[in-house]
């Protein structure tokens, strides 16, 4: 089985950058894709977008394109999720997730909740 | 974008009873690329069914999904206390790949 170990909570103001992580262990890191999912607070799921960290392939959701940067270093079985100028409306808590190219999202990380406020 | 509309909003039940939740999709979806998951307070959500009626390894079998086109149906056959969580439709078989807006089975 796969874990998936997200670093902890963040506070930051507006106009921050921040980037957060999201490291794999159990299974081959360059065989799946990572997806990045948001929950705002109290809300539903909104998928961001996969990354492919053999070759750092992209596919973003168009609602997020511009907003955030996903890239991986597989060298250390570690995705990232950046944000160059945060905004209060980032708050929420992110998930990273194992897939593939067309595939559901079987394992999980265990979330790590963003706060901007000034 | 397909749009999931899931219904109804929460599910008022009691341990034993029987909850079917719904998903219906703007347009048909690609081979029945559907997925369930589930919520619980504080927690990351956990894969139950995947393409419309697949259980995820562990998922136990008092969990069914069916289902096709634009019209998918989660059904727990008796509800288990740990079982009152929020659910989620997901279709992943375009870009953007998107959720339903939840459905919350609550204790009545």
């Known amino acids: 089985d796969v874990q998936l170990e997200q670093s902890g909570a963040e506070v930051k103001k507006p106009g921050e950058s921040l980037t957060i992580s999201c490291q794999a262990s159990?299974?081959?890191?360059?065989?799946?894709?990572i997806a990045w999912v948001r929950q705002m607070p109290g809300k539903g799921l909104d998928w961001m977008g996969i990354?492919?960290?053999?070759?750092?392939?992209?596919r973003y959701n168009p609602s997020f394109q511009g907003q955030v940067t996903f890239s991986a270093d597989k060298s250390i079985n570690t995705a990232y999720l950046h944000w160059s100028s945060l905004k209060a409306s980032d708050t929420a808590i992110y998930y990273c997730?194992?897939?593939?190219?067309?595939?559901?999202?079987?394992?999980w990380g265990q979330g790590t909740m963003v706060t901007v406020s000034s | 974008e397909i749009v999931l509309t899931q219904s109804p909003g929460t599910l008022s039940l009691s341990p034993g009873e029987r909850a079917t939740l719904s998903c219906r999709a703007s347009q048909s979806l690609t081979s029945s690329f559907l997925a369930w998951y589930q919520q619980k307070p504080g927690q990351a959500p956990r894969l139950l069914i995947y393409?419309?009626?697949n259980r995820a390894t562990g998922i136990p079998d008092r969990f069914s999904g069916s289902g096709s086109g634009t019209d998918f149906t989660l059904t727990i056959s008796r509800l288990d206390p740990e079982d009152f969580a929020v659910y989620y439709c997901q279709q992943y078989g375009t870009s953007p790949r998107t959720f339903g807006q939840g459905t919350k089975v609550e204790i009545k």
């Open positions: 393409g419309a009626s």
């Open positions: 990354i492919y960290p053999d070759d750092s392939d992209t």
């Open positions: 997730a194992r897939t593939y190219l067309i595939h559901s999202f079987d394992f």
């Open positions: 159990g299974d081959s890191f360059t065989t799946y894709w």
